[in-house]
Structures are given as C-alpha cells and as structure tokens.
C-alpha cells in the first residue's frame, strides 16, 4: 500500500505522515555516535528520510561507503535502509513494517539484493528496540568483514 504523505509531499509506503520529531530524536542520538561520520537529515534525494553513513573504518577497503537510511511514520511503522557500496557491486538489507501485498506488516528483505517479496519476520514494539536490532545485525557484519 503506498499513500500520499502531505506533510513530506512524498509517497509513504505507511499510508501514515513521516514522524520527523521521532527522525530528530534518532538523528540528535546518532550525531554522537561515533560509527556514523555524517548524519543526513532529509536529503533531496529522499526528503522522509534520515541518512547515517558509517565510518569507513568498520570496513575494508572493498566496501567504498555504507549507510543506514530511516523513515517512521507516525503510526509506528518503518523502514530501515542498510546499504554498502562495493568496488564490484552493492548489498542491500531492509527492515520494513508497513501494510504489503507481498508480506506480513512485519518483514525483512534479507542482504545481499533485499529481494522481493521477503521474509516475515516480527520486530519489537518499541521503537528504540528496532533500532537497536538493526544496528546490531549491521555490527555483526561488520566484525564478519575482519573474521572471515
């Protein structure tokens, strides 16, 4: 299902407005992070979004640049965002719940092409906890980068 968000003027895969004060929490929380170099509120290229890019240093050199983009909507659905850029490609994962033709509210697009449909998956309720899985699966990634 995809709406018009007239708050945003963009379309919301909700069908709810984009929750920019729960944006301004995350983007005030993850400015003193020190894993994102460059917190990106709202960039014209995706003005619902807030853009966290990781510090290169949690990668090797073949990964040129990863990022974390983050919408939420004022009636508790989200989608998280994780992409790296690859010498030779790219990996894609996404977090969803919103209303979907293709899954439950409640999904992943697994990495590395985010396919889909994807995979069912529950979340937590609380907002702070979504995140808080996410950026733990990215971290677990990352580590996988220098064990493997």
Do not use: K
């Not at 990863?66 to 994780?82: C, K, P, Q, T």
């Amino acid at each position: 299902m995809t709406g018009w968000d007239e708050s945003s003027g963009s379309h919301s895969v909700s069908g709810a407005p984009v929750d920019f004060d729960r944006l301004d929490v995350i983007r005030d929380r993850f400015a003193t992070d020190e894993r994102f170099t460059q917190i990106v509120d709202r960039p014209e290229f995706a003005p619902e979004r807030l853009v966290c890019v990781y510090d290169t240093r949690f990668y090797p050199p073949s990964v040129q640049n990863a990022r974390v983009e983050i919408v939420w909507f004022e009636n508790g659905d989200f989608s998280l965002h994780y992409h790296e850029d690859h010498v030779e490609g790219t990996f894609d994962h996404r977090w969803d719940r919103h209303p979907s033709e293709h899954n439950a509210r409640d999904h992943i697009h697994p990495g590395p092409d985010a396919p889909t449909p994807g995979d069912d998956s529950p979340h937590p309720s609380d907002w702070r906890d979504v995140l808080s899985m996410a950026l733990v699966e990215i971290e677990a990634r990352q580590r996988a980068f220098w064990e493997g």
